[in-house]
């Protein structure tokens, strides 16, 4: 396998809603999570906590986190979201959704087509690993910004590697069922988790792609 430029990587990472039943061998596995501790931190605390479930352990969790959705047991995450968006940010997830439901071929009004695309998320589009973000609760937000750039990192890494990903917060659905199989205190808090491994090319869902909005809707430049 050549070696992907920087460049390259973050041009062709993209979320991968389904994966092979193919372990990611331990040195590699190893390899890229040792690439991700060189991310960068304030005042390089490196605060970010990792844990990583694959086989029996895997089958685990996401059995439980399936069969809570299937209870309709509400959300708890430890961080919740303040569920305040602007329209452009709302337009934005729309579009992400249209994507995917289009790869998928399944027609905005089909709720129950809908239903079944938002529970993949809780299979972890089954993925051979998942790695839960977590951090101390002493920190703040600024420090769950070094966490992102952990996972951007890891991501990448995974990428350059021949490794595909996909990030996602409803992992931090349920953070007592990590905890409790990680068996970590409750001052660390669950952010969000990556499910990753080999790509299924034969999934549909991973034909989607997303479009980044113009720059001057998120970059200011000023000289003077």
Not at 13 to 23: A, D, N, Q, V, Y
Not at 90 to 112: F, I, N, Q, T
Request: overall charge neutral.
């Amino acid at each position: 396998m050549s070696e992907l430029s920087l460049e390259n990587a973050i041009l062709t990472r993209h979320s991968i809603r389904g994966f092979l039943p193919k372990e990611v061998p331990d040195e590699l596995l190893l390899k890229v999570f040792e690439l991700a501790q060189w991310s960068p931190s304030g005042t390089n605390v490196q605060p970010w906590q990792a844990y990583v479930a694959s086989g029996a352990a895997l089958q685990r969790i996401r059995s439980e986190f399936i069969r809570r959705v299937e209870a309709k047991v509400p959300a708890k995450p430890d961080l919740p979201d303040k569920g305040k968006m602007g329209e452009i940010f709302r337009a934005r997830r729309r579009d992400c959704a249209a994507a995917l439901y289009s790869a998928m071929g399944v027609a905005w009004e089909d709720k129950p087509g809908r239903a079944s695309v938002g529970r993949r998320n809780f299979e972890m589009f089954d993925a051979p690993h998942v790695v839960f973000l977590c951090m101390k609760d002493h920190f703040g937000s600024q420090t769950a910004a070094d966490v992102g750039m952990y996972a951007q990192t890891l991501m990448l890494a995974l990428t350059a590697n021949g490794l595909a990903s996909c990030a996602q917060g409803t992992m931090a659905h349920y953070p007592d069922l990590v905890r409790d199989n990680f068996g970590f205190e409750e001052d660390v808090k669950v952010l969000f988790g990556i499910s990753f491994g080999y790509e299924d090319t034969s999934i549909a869902a991973n034909t989607a792609r997303t479009s980044r909005a113009p720059l001057e809707e998120s970059v200011t430049f000023i000289r003077d």
